[in-house]
Structure formats: C-alpha cells, structure tokens
C-alpha cells in the first residue's frame, strides 16, 4: 500500500479541522434548531479527534480522559437542549430559529 | 493496511458529516450523523483508543443520538421544512446565508494555514502499544477523580433541568 500516503499527525489534525469547519457551516447556515444541535455534536466530535491524536502523538492517556469528560458534557448538553426545543416547540409549533426573535426590537 | 483505513474512514466522515448539514429531514440528519460517529470510532481503533471507540458507540450512537431521534418522531416536524428549497432550509436573507458561508470557508482556510505551518509529524514510536482501560482508570480515579464526581453533579443537574424544562405547565 505505498501509493496512498501514511497517516501523520497532520492528517487527523486536518481532518478534524475540516470537521470542525463543516460543523460551524452547520450551525450559521441551517434553519432548524434539531440541526444545529447536531452540528454541534459535530464540532464536539472534531475536537475529539484532535485530543485522541495528540494524546497518541505524545504516548499519553490524559486526552483520553478529557474526551470522556467531553462526552458527559455532550450529552448533558443535548439533554437540556432538547428539552428546550421541546419546550420552544410547544409555544410556536416551529423549529425556524427565525421564529423567536421575541427579545430583539 | 492503516493508511487505506485511514484515508477510507476520512473520506466516510467528511461526506456524512457534510450531508448531515445537506439534509432536509432531521431524521435523516442523524442517521447519517450515526455514520459519521462510527467512522470516528473506526479512526480511534487506528490511534489505538480502543476505550474511547467503544464509548464514542455506546454513548453517541447508542445514547445522544437515539435521544435526538426520539425528539425529532415526537415533534414530527418534517412538513415544516418541505415549505421551500434552499428558501426553507438556510437560515436568514441572502446576505447572512452567504455571510455565513464566507465565514466557515475562511475559518477552514485559517485552520488548513496554521496546520501547514507544522511539520508533517509522524507519530513517534508506530509500535507503540494501544492504551489500556487500566491505564485510563487508574489515571481517572487517581488524579482526575474530583473532576469525575463533578461530572456526576453535572449529569444530575442536567437530568433535573431536562425535566423541568420539558414538563408541561399547568394551568
């Protein structure tokens, strides 16, 4: 398999970058709340990537242990965001963030 | 071997991830989100974390995202966004959807920039054995322990806020 070049540092880096990029698109350009939650899970997962890289790059677990903190935090975090879109979603029967500009004039 | 592995499992998490953003129905944004997290998960088996692979299935795929299925069945709002194309879909005018964009592609150039900086560094020592659950847990019971128990606070509280926030008001 010499004509695909061997994975570096570098590669997970890009790559994580590039997710983290598509995840941001994600959350400016889409207009419904259940997706923009997701791209935030995106992102989480992109930085992720990058601890669990440099975590193998420098022979350490701490890393390891740090996404696993991330991983609480994501899931406390879509927890309490769902309920909110659940709650939102009983006042205007819409997922259009558009829809609650009630606080802007 | 790893190489294929890694550019393969690159390519699939890229293109789900894009299509997560691309879809229309919710639903099918976290099917395809699923995709993507099992790719990641594949990457952490190349980077020998096989603990973090295992729970980035059990936890993401298993846990958050069912939870995130559940919410889009019971709101059923997919009719909402069928209302029209592109129209529907992005968020705001012509110039914040383009704005936007504009940001996310200069905030890849930025990262794609700062990483060519670096060397290409290969990871020191190939052979290097993956780490273990043990080595993992004795660290986090050793030196991360008064941040594990705070996690726990944080799940209680977020479990009590869900609840809370969720609950339909009586009147």
Known sequence: MNFLPEPTLNSYLVLSAVLFAIGTAGVFLRRNLITILLSIEVMLNAVNL????????????????????VMTVAAAEAATGLAIVIALFRHRETLNPDAYTTLKW | MDALLFWILAALAVIASLLVIGQRNPMYSVLLLIVSFGALSGLYVLLGAPFVAAIQIIIYAGAIMVLFLFVVMLLNAQHESQ?????????????????????????????GLAIRQLQATPFGGEGRPASTVRDIGLRLFRDYSFAFEATSVLILVAMVGAIVLARKERS
Not at chain 2, 90 to 110: C, D, N, P, V
């Open chain 1, 50 to 69: 990058t601890f669990v890289a440099v975590d193998r790059y420098l022979g350490a677990v701490d890393g390891q242990i740090i996404v696993f903190f």
């Open chain 2, 83 to 111: 209302v029209a194309g592109s129209e529907a879909r992005f968020s705001g005018g012509a110039f914040a959807r383009r704005f936007g964009a504009a940001l996310a592609i200069a905030l890849a150039i930025e990262l």
